[in-house]
């Protein structure tokens, strides 16, 4: 008898659970009327502002958007360095580039896949004006030195917090450390919508100012435009969507890490593999391991043969993607990060059964 697929990610639980609630927030905003910003947005953005303890949340059309109005609303613009890590989705470095400025990349620390703050005081030059760090797969950065130095250069920070919804650093809810915090709700997300959505959040009144007025095409009165913005309003259907969600995102991320605490049991005597920690404060938006010796390519394959799905993230560094074209060998350990990780499947309602079928099926593929 042929097993099912099992997929990276399986969001069919997730739907079914809260499937009474999602119906009556879609006809609710169906009803009203209302679909381009108004109640349900401006709800959602009070509701998210007060779970991760900020004064200020407006609602955009995607992570990326929150990243390149962020920086315009923190005042990064042509001529500007932005300091950030080569080991991310493009999109990080995108937005520095789409504001003009020039994304400067520092490698990254191996064992967390973070900026290593170590290696970040010898990139700021005189154009420094910001850092842009990454929380990737939901593991806080290492802000405390980021911030210090942050400090003592006048450099203003905007967190990366695609992948991080949830997750806290010392106690603080991650987005709301730096000036301020760019957050996508891309459906895979550990807190998504069923579309594309973003949220910059911030405590400076003159950034949530600007940035409101960037999002809907550079003015805070309708037809009365100061300046050249864009279209990057929430959808009021995306915005009621999250309302029922953000309730459980505690539950399901705290899920996330005892899947993961689950893996590295099952994995444990698995020669071949570096295991992610299971750090305080990291949400677990991947579960990502390190493939040894140059076989994560045949282990995935291997993986595929036996229906099971996997993802890398992410096979080819920013600095050596064509738009920016930098010399192989510059950040040896995010180009070697990039040969190694293996996203194994994740997601709150995983049963251990399922766990269990993984992990059998990569021990046998690793020891064939």
């Known amino acids: 008898m042929l097993q099912a697929k099992i997929p990276i990610l399986d969001l069919s639980h997730e739907i079914e659970f809260i499937w009474d609630e999602l119906n009556a927030a879609i006809q609710r905003v169906l009803r009203s009327g209302q679909f381009i910003l108004g109640p349900e947005v401006e709800a959602f953005e009070q509701e998210v502002a007060q779970y991760l303890g900020v004064k200020h949340a407006i609602g955009l059309n995607s992570g990326t958007d929150a990243l390149f109005i962020g920086l315009r609303a923190l005042g990064i613009g042509p001529g500007d360095e932005v300091i950030t890590t080569p080991f991310t989705f493009f999109a990080t470095a995108e937005a520095i580039s789409l504001v003009g400025a020039t994304p400067v990349f520092v ?91 973003g949220l910059l959040v911030t405590n400076d009144d003159q950034v949530a ?13 309708k037809y009365f435009n100061e300046s050249i913005g864009y279209n990057s309003r929430l959808d009021a259907l995306q915005a009621a969507i999250l309302r029922v969600k953000l309730p459980y995102v505690d539950a399901w991320n705290q899920a996330r890490r005892e899947a993961a605490q689950r893996y590295n049991q099952l994995l444990a005597d698995v020669t071949g593999l570096l295991l992610p920690e299971v750090s305080e404060g990291h949400v677990f938006h991947q579960y990502t391991v390190r493939v ?33 074209g930098l010399p192989r060998g510059a950040f040896p350990e995010a180009e070697l990060a990039c040969l190694e990780v293996l996203s194994l499947p994740l997601w709150p309602q995983m049963s251990p059964e399922v766990q269990v079928r993984i992990t059998r099926a990569l021990q046998r593929a690793i020891t064939a």
Request: hydrophobic share 40%; glycine share 12%; net charge positive.
């Open 107 to 197: 490698d990254i620390d191996p064992a967390t896949f973070n900026l290593n703050p170590d290696l970040i005081k010898e990139r700021i030059t005189p154009r420094t004006k910001a850092i842009l760090p990454v929380h990737l797969y939901g593991r806080p950065a290492e802000m405390e030195p980021i911030l210090a130095l942050a400090g003592q250069h006048g450099l203003k920070i905007l967190e990366d917090c695609a992948q991080a919804f949830g997750a806290t650093y010392r106690g603080k809810k991650v987005g709301t450390l730096g000036q301020a915090g760019a957050f996508s709700f891309f459906p895979s997300k550990n807190l998504g919508a069923y579309g594309d959505g």
């Open 209 to 221: 100012e600007t940035a409101r007025m960037l999002r809907a095409h550079g003015s805070r009165k």
């Open 292 to 324: 040894l010796k140059g076989r994560r390519n045949q282990l995935q394959k291997a993986l595929a043969g036996e229906g099971i799905g996997t993802m890398v993230y992410y096979p080819v560094p920013v600095h050596l993607l064509p738009v920016y």
